[in-house]
């Protein structure tokens, strides 16, 4: 039966990934889309899977999509993980998740890694109402947004590059 997972991926130390995440990897899925196989290459190989790897990251997932949803609407299965965390949060996946729903293929995602949740709960901010805004703008437009959530009543998220904070 054709599927999509959405496997979340450790955020700096490999033991942070679930069982069922490894299990999946290891025995459901007939190919995994990686955002780099390098990096996706040592996670398995560190855990004993050995399953094909393909490059699916944000230079080449436009060309790539049709060909991956046609492999499977053919029956193959497929993981999709990135480098770390869960995938499309600020990572490659909106645009293959969307494409597999409007075809009605079976869309899965694990729970596991996500770098914002323990971020807040740790951070003592109130975390029962937080927006989460991604990654502000490089340069045009970044005051203008920052300005905008200023004065927001609730805990607002933001992911930024070490190299630019």
Known sequence: MSKLYLVPTPIGNLEDITLRAIRILKEEVDLVLAEDTRKTGMLLKHYGISKPLAPFHQHNEHQQLE??????????????????GTPAISDPGFLLVRACIEKQIDVECLPGATAFVPALVNSGLPADRFVFEGFLPHKKGRQTRIQSLVSQPYSIILYESPHRF
């Open 67 to 84: 060909r991956i949803v046609k492999r499977i609407e053919t029956g193959e299965k497929m993981a999709l993980v990135t480098d770390a």
